[in-house]
T-cell receptor, first 113, second 114 residues
Framework: KQEVTQIPAALSVPEGENLVLNCSFT??????LQWFRQDPGKGLTSLLL?????REQTSGRLNASLDKSSGRSTLYIAASQPGDSATYLC????????????FGSGTRLSIRP | DGGITQSPKYLFRKEGQNVTLSCEQN?????MYWYRQDPGQGLRLIYY???????QKGDIAEGYSVSREKKESFPLTVTSAQKNPTAFYLC?????????????FGAGSRLTVL
């Protein structure tokens, strides 16, 4: 059974720092992995989608990497800003079936001005 | 602008009542999903639909029902059989159910049972 873990559950860093958020999964046979951002009381916003054949994806200050063999993905945020404060969730898709998406419980990120 | 609209944003229900949460999308997406989010937990799949007039149970379908009569609409009914319905409900869609496409989410509906 696929399990997705995000540690730590919460993280606070000063503005301007580069930081890494972690996502671990137990079954390396994945279809793709997606990173989301969630602001308090809001829906999820897709940040990056990495297919199983890819190693990384980049969008602006964000870079997501995927290492299937070690069961890890990282989300790198460069030059963090207070507006980056949110909860970041990863979701692993086991196969092309619509029902096989497993979400982590998220890392709540706070950027201190 | 294309997107997903969920309503109402907040809903209060007395025990024993059924309530229906609305989800409408104008993205022309084939696949739609309903998730439940509880504090400190990941999202859990309630129901999903890959095409009009078809839907499948997810991991926690008991006490919920859905319909997909139109491509753009996927309402969720929380019935009185759902024992712990207080939660944040999220609707999502994707271009198709193949898995290659990103999930797009609505803003969510928060249901509280009084």
């Amino acid at each position: 059974k696929q399990e997705v873990t995000q540690i730590p559950a919460a993280l606070s860093v000063p503005e301007g720092e580069n930081l890494v958020l972690n996502c671990s999964f137990t079954d390396s046979a994945i279809y793709n992995l997606q990173w989301f951002r969630q602001d308090p009381g809001k829906g999820l916003t897709s940040l990056l989608l990495i297919q199983s054949s890819q190693r990384e994806q980049t969008s602006g200050r964000l870079n997501a990497s995927l290492d299937k063999s070690s069961g890890r993905s990282t989300l790198y945020i460069a030059a963090s800003q207070p507006g980056d404060s949110a909860t970041y969730l990863c979701a692993v898709r086991r196969d092309s079936s619509a029902s096989k998406i497993i979400f982590g419980s998220g890392t709540r990120l706070s950027i201190r001005p | 602008d294309g997107g997903i609209t969920q309503s109402p944003k907040y809903l209060f229900r007395k025990e024993g009542q059924n309530v229906t949460l609305s989800c409408e999308q104008n993205l022309n997406h084939d696949a739609m999903y309903w998730y439940r989010q509880d504090p400190g937990q990941g999202l859990r799949l309630i129901y999903y639909s890959q095409i009009v007039n078809d839907f499948q149970k997810g991991d926690i379908a008991e006490g919920y029902s859905v319909s997909r009569e139109k491509k753009e609409s996927f309402p969720l009914t929380v019935t009185s059989a759902q024992k712990n319905p207080t939660a944040f409900y999220l609707c999502a869609s994707s271009m198709d159910a193949s898995g290659a496409n990103v999930l797009t989410f609505g803003a969510g509906s928060r249901l509280t049972v009084l």
